[in-house]
């Protein structure tokens, strides 16, 4: 039976000992954190949830309906408790569970890594950052403590601070909230989460009205002639003569140190610009590591697989690229500039980026090439649109993206060297590099 104290304030608190009062038929599931009372006709248990101050006024009922016992003893204490406070609502004091919002964090990356958090995938780490924002908007809350108005918050400074991004970013930053929660809450059953929570999680959806869909110009290849102006920027910065600058005033050298950030960079998006043509997206630049690059003083390619569609298949999808030779120059180029690190490209603090920051920093070099229009994202579609219009096959398309194989029969085929990439490469190089070919060879 659940004993229980009352206090001056009228609130009732569970003893865990032998003081306070019985009261007749409630009963306490320690698993479950949750109350329950018994049919005597039925011998079942009558589950009766987590609220303390519910769960007396269910037995109060009970205890005066057909199937309770007539015993007076075993009815008064419930009886009194509840007609003392008839006329006023028990208030009752919840405690705050020991879990809270960065352990369901913490335990999903755990899970996520085999309880290896060091080795965090960089989509991980994004998706640590993102969750990290719901938790400095709302705080860390304990588990049992997150209400319907912790979302609305959420929901509000996602919509001001997001107010010009696409329904996806917004959807992006909501449903991993939704995945984090409803993880934990699957995983770990003797957490005590408010009921509800899930529904809660997702009522943002009702509000984004229309389903994203990408726009028609998003589909297109980045026009031959605003890809030469893109380079023909980079390379306006990468050979400014910082040396002949003037070094005499506290002027000249700030003068100096933003040419030579604009230096840095001209020869960093010399590199970029060439690689991500050979299909690779925003956040692959971000990701993609010098083990990546493989036989880059020979007949280099690269080897990375993508790892979007990871947590739907179970693996990373496999790509093998061919790299142009004069890609292969202007990595050289940027390697000898810049003692390498692990990631290949690197922000102003020689930190890998991350796809806001990278973005950004195009927006930077379209807007001094003089055009607004075209993104990276064009420069990715490039090979897609040439395969098509040379009808070259789907599954050369996917391998090329990084796409999984769509066709059922694509379960038998095994994986494929640099060389099955070359014919589409090439085609890049004599639309967009004035005929360059690859030279890779099995």
Same mark, same amino acid.
């Given at each position: 039976?659940?004993?229980?104290?009352?206090?001056?304030?009228?609130?009732?608190?569970?003893?865990?000992?032998?003081?306070?009062?019985?009261?007749?038929?409630?009963?306490?599931?320690?698993?479950?954190?949750?109350?329950?009372?018994?049919?005597?006709?039925?011998?079942?248990?009558?589950?009766?949830?987590?609220?303390?101050?519910?769960?007396?006024?269910?037995?109060?009922?009970?205890?005066?309906?057909?199937?309770?016992?007539?015993?007076?003893?075993?009815?008064?204490?419930?009886?009194?408790?509840?007609?003392?406070?008839?006329?006023?609502?028990?208030?009752?004091?919840?405690?705050?569970?020991?879990?809270?919002?960065?352990?369901?964090?913490?335990?999903?990356?755990?899970?996520?890594?085999?309880?290896?958090?060091?080795?965090?995938?960089?989509?991980?780490?994004?998706?640590?950052?993102?969750?990290?924002?719901?938790?400095?908007?709302?705080?860390?809350?304990?588990?049992?403590?997150?209400?319907?108005?912790?979302?609305?918050?959420?929901?509000?400074?996602?919509?001001?601070?997001?107010?010009?991004?696409?329904?996806?970013?917004?959807?992006?930053?909501?449903?991993?909230?939704?995945?984090?929660?409803?993880?934990?809450?699957?995983? /770990?059953?003797?957490? $005590? &989460? =408010?009921?509800?929570?899930?529904?809660?999680? *997702?009522?943002?959806?009702? +509000?984004?009205? @229309? !389903?994203?869909?990408?726009?028609?110009?998003?589909?297109?290849?980045?026009?031959?002639?605003?890809?030469?102006?893109?380079?023909?920027?980079?390379?306006?910065?990468?050979?400014?003569?910082?040396?002949?600058?003037?070094?005499?005033?506290?002027?000249?050298?700030?003068?100096?140190?933003?040419?030579?950030?604009?230096?840095?960079?001209?020869?960093?998006?010399?590199?970029?610009?060439?690689?991500?043509?050979?299909?690779?997206?925003?956040?692959?630049?971000?990701?993609?590591?010098?083990?990546?690059?493989?036989?880059?003083?020979? /007949?280099?390619?690269? $080897? &990375? =697989?993508?790892?979007?569609?990871?947590?739907? *298949?179970?693996?990373?999808? +496999?790509?093998? @690229? !061919?790299?142009?030779?004069?890609?292969?120059?202007?990595?050289?180029?940027?390697?000898?500039?810049?003692?390498?690190?692990?990631?290949?490209?690197?922000?102003?603090?020689?930190?890998?980026?991350?796809?806001?920051?990278?973005?950004?920093?195009?927006?930077?070099?379209?807007?001094?090439?003089?055009?607004?229009?075209?993104?990276?994202?064009?420069?990715?579609?490039?090979?897609?649109?040439?395969?098509?219009?040379?009808?070259?096959?789907?599954?050369?398309?996917?391998?090329?993206?990084?796409?999984?194989?769509?066709?059922?029969?694509?379960?038998?085929?095994?994986?494929?060297?640099?060389?099955?990439?070359?014919?589409?490469?090439?085609?890049?190089?004599?639309?967009?590099?004035?005929?360059?070919?690859?030279?890779?060879?099995?």
């Amino acid at each position: 039976m659940v004993r229980l104290i009352l206090q001056p304030d009228g609130t009732f608190l569970r003893s865990e000992t032998s003081n306070g009062q019985e009261i007749a038929g409630l009963h306490y599931h320690k698993h479950n954190r949750s109350y329950y009372t018994i049919n005597p006709k039925t011998s079942k248990r009558e589950p009766l949830g987590r609220d303390l101050r519910a769960a007396v006024a269910a037995v109060a009922d009970v205890l005066d309906g057909e199937w309770w016992s007539d015993d007076l003893s075993m009815r008064k204490p419930v009886v009194e408790i509840r007609e003392k406070h008839s006329q006023q609502p028990i208030p009752i004091q919840v405690e705050h569970s020991k879990e809270r919002l960065s352990d369901c964090l913490s335990f999903y990356l755990n899970w996520e890594t085999n309880d290896e958090p060091n080795s965090l995938t960089p989509n991980l780490i994004a998706t640590k950052r993102a969750f990290a924002k719901s938790i400095k908007c709302v705080g860390n809350l304990p588990v049992n403590q997150i209400t319907n108005d912790d979302f609305l918050k959420w929901q509000k400074h996602i919509n001001k601070t997001y107010k010009n991004a696409t329904v996806r970013t917004i959807r992006n930053h909501h449903s991993i909230v939704h995945r984090i929660l409803s993880f934990a809450k699957r995983k /770990n059953r003797q957490w $005590d &989460f =408010p009921v509800g929570l899930l529904e809660r999680s *997702t009522d943002w959806q009702d +509000d984004c009205g @229309t !389903p994203y869909r990408e726009k028609p110009i998003n589909k297109e290849p980045m026009p031959v002639a605003v890809f030469n102006r893109c380079l023909k920027q980079a390379e306006q910065w990468a050979t400014i003569d910082v040396d002949a600058m003037p070094n005499n005033t506290q002027r000249h050298k700030a003068s100096r140190k933003v040419a030579r950030d604009r230096q840095r960079m001209g020869i960093q998006w010399n590199a970029m610009l060439r690689l991500v043509i050979h299909g690779l997206a925003t956040v692959d630049l971000c990701r993609i590591q010098w083990s990546n690059i493989i036989d880059l003083d020979g /007949n280099a390619y690269y $080897d &990375f =697989p993508r790892e979007k569609m990871k947590h739907k *298949t179970g693996y990373a999808i +496999d790509r093998k @690229t !061919p790299l142009l030779p004069s890609c292969i120059k202007a990595l050289k180029a940027w390697r000898k500039y810049e003692l390498a690190t692990k990631y290949v490209f690197r922000n102003a603090s020689k930190a890998p980026f991350d796809s806001s920051v990278l973005s950004t920093a195009f927006l930077k070099l379209r807007k001094a090439a003089g055009f607004k229009q075209w993104t990276l994202k064009h420069l990715r579609n490039v090979g897609g649109t040439l395969a098509d219009q040379n009808a070259m096959s789907e599954m050369v398309v996917d391998r090329f993206l990084g796409h999984t194989l769509k066709a059922a029969r694509s379960k038998y085929f095994g994986s494929v060297d640099p060389t099955y990439l070359s014919d589409l490469v090439t085609k890049i190089g004599a639309e967009h590099f004035d005929g360059e070919a690859v030279t890779v060879t099995k």
